[in-house]
């Protein structure tokens, strides 16, 4: 027999497809019996047991059995009877009846188990984890989602009751007596728990963890079970969590910076300010809301101030050194930093930092290295003319002296005398550098100055692939080429080309000078930007490489001894930009 269901959609067993076939075997043969010996009553009663059970639990066949069993029944009827008018007559009216009763239960079973099923799946598919519970908060049904959140599978949440599933944080707030919080309450009374609606409980996991839910939580009295339906807000309240926890390190950090912050319109008007803001100008945050940022800087700051707003308005930032009035009328310097917070409303954050006196330490470190460069030039001016005075009476002496046994005594003392001559001339190059501020530099225009101050021969190219380079290096950039180009000059011996090439690797740009003469042998690559290495003893190479170490540029020489020289200068990537194309 095929598989049924009865009107909450539950599949029948093989039970009930025995039950019907039992009864209906015992209905034919007491019809049998009852027919043979002349007895006229109770044996049709027995048909309605199996016409309700079989329309029950197969409501669209259960009709078509009922009309095969009445057929039956009439057959055995006309044949013990033989057709005797009154008994026949008597069970045609009651096959009519056996019809109708099976259409009937046939009808309302198949009406109740689309209403079962149109609710059963309305429960399964609500978005809510939903549980039936019964008076004693046992578990009585469940849907998916509700064991998914708990983690318990349906067979073991028939085995719970309510409270061992609320964590137990929340039992006294869910229910109105203390014996109804205990995780295994007697199932022979009643729990009380109160009407929820979107409060928020946790729920315990089979695995011991929690879930923070929502709860709506509704006692139908009609019916006897308690219906509880929660939604996992978990990621929510961990969210909410996280976000507030960002708030106070936010607002510890607004408070505690030791900087002064500001919240403003991109025209200026302050919503917000920490303690250091009102440190600052003097002002409380209450009178910094009535007073707009602008006003605080003297109108010698305006324009700053112009460029300041439209940078703000165009990129979303800006950085300036300004002045600042304060309530009693001084004023600072201040070093501003700004950055709109959110677009939609163009509100900025302005992180300002007080840099009085880091300016008056600027200004004294200026004015000291002033007098210092001052005091340096004569100290080296008068050097050099004594040395030059030394240098004549070594000359009249030796020209004077008649005993040869002296004149290499003044040549030795001539020498020293020349190298003292240039570690004072080198100390003017020394100084200089780092004295201003390292800039933007074009490689092509410092490359054709220093080509311009050198005496390069006709037959000598030069090659250089650096159009549209600039690098953040020393102002004395220019010696660094002009060295390298009068290196090869002076010892590359019968070159005929330079090259200036230009390649990145690792996050450096790498600008290689090179050229086709004899080399550098590996064992004095390291030695060469030594001070005072060299046949002439000076300081070339050296002041080369602590130019370029003044914004954090290297250089190594790694050419092939006998195929030239290599100088690889590294240049960090924030460093170099592209001009032009």
């Not at 959140?149 to 349906?154: E, K, S, V």
Request: include cysteine.
């Amino acid at each position: 027999m095929q598989t049924g269901y009865l009107p909450n959609d539950k599949k029948i067993t093989q039970y009930f497809s025995l039950i019907i076939t039992g009864t209906t075997a015992a209905a034919l043969v007491i019809t049998i019996v009852c027919l043979t010996h002349n007895i006229d009553t109770i044996y049709y009663h027995l048909y309605y047991i199996p016409i309700i059970i079989a329309a029950i639990c197969y409501p669209k066949k259960g009709f078509y059995f009922t009309l095969l069993l009445t057929i039956l029944f009439l057959f055995i009827t006309f044949v013990i009877t033989k057709g005797e008018e009154g008994i026949f007559y008597e069970n045609i009216i009651r096959s009519i009846v056996f019809i109708g009763v099976g259409a009937i239960a046939s009808t309302l079973s198949e009406v109740l188990r689309e209403d079962s099923l149109k609710y059963q799946r309305l429960f399964d598919n609500s978005g809510a984890a939903t549980a039936v519970i019964s008076k004693s908060g046992k578990i009585i049904y469940c849907n998916k989602d509700f064991e998914r959140i708990t983690r318990y599978d349906f067979k073991e949440l028939k085995k719970k009751f309510l409270p061992e599933l609320i964590s137990s944080d929340d039992r006294d707030e869910i229910f109105k007596k203390p014996e109804d919080t205990l995780q295994k309450p007697d199932v022979k009374k009643q729990i009380h728990p109160k009407e929820l609606k979107n409060a928020e409980i946790k729920i315990v996991k089979k695995n011991g963890e929690t879930c923070y839910t929502l709860a709506s939580l509704h006692k139908i009295n009609e019916l006897g079970i308690i219906l509880l339906s929660v939604i996992d807000v978990s990621l929510k309240v961990k969210t909410e969590k996280i976000l507030k926890i960002k708030e106070e390190r936010y607002k510890n950090l607004f408070q505690q910076s030791t900087d002064a912050i500001f919240i403003h319109s991109v025209k200026g008007k302050i919503f917000d300010a920490n303690k250091n803001a009102c440190k600052l100008t003097g002002y409380t945050l209450d009178e910094l809301k009535e007073i707009n940022l602008t006003d605080l800087h003297p109108d010698t700051e305006a324009e700053k101030i112009e460029k300041c707003i439209e940078s703000l308005e165009n990129s979303g930032h800006c950085e300036f050194e300004s002045i600042f009035k304060n309530s009693n009328g001084n004023t600072n310097y201040i070093d501003i930093r700004s950055v709109i917070v959110d677009k939609d409303t163009m509100v900025a954050q302005s992180i300002i930092r007080d840099i009085t006196l880091r300016k008056k330490n600027d200004n004294a470190l200026h004015t000291a290295s002033k007098k210092l460069s001052i005091l340096s030039s004569i100290t080296r001016h008068d050097i050099i003319n004594q040395i030059m005075v030394a240098l004549a009476n070594l000359e009249f002496a030796e020209m004077d002296s008649k005993d040869e046994n002296i004149l290499p005594y003044l040549d030795k003392a001539g020498a020293s005398v020349r190298i003292i001559q240039k570690q004072i001339e080198f100390s003017k190059d020394y100084q200089d550098m780092g004295g201003k501020p390292p800039k933007w530099q074009n490689i092509e225009e410092i490359i054709q100055i220093s080509l311009n101050n050198q005496n390069i021969p006709e037959n000598i190219s030069v090659y250089s692939d650096v159009a549209g380079v600039e690098i953040y290096a020393d102002h004395m950039l220019e010696k660094v080429f002009s060295n390298l180009i009068g290196n090869s000059l002076m010892h590359g011996g019968n070159f005929t080309e330079i090259k200036i090439m230009l390649g990145n690797d690792d996050g450096f740009f790498r600008i290689n000078y090179s050229d086709n003469g004899s080399g550098i042998p590996n064992d004095k690559k390291e030695f060469i930007f030594r001070a005072g290495y060299g046949s002439n003893q000076g300081f070339g190479l050296y002041l080369v490489r602590e130019i370029l170490a003044i914004t954090g540029i290297s250089i190594e020489e790694t050419g092939i001894f006998g195929k030239g020289v290599n100088f690889e200068i590294k240049v960090p990537a924030n460093d170099i930009r592209f001009i032009g194309n």
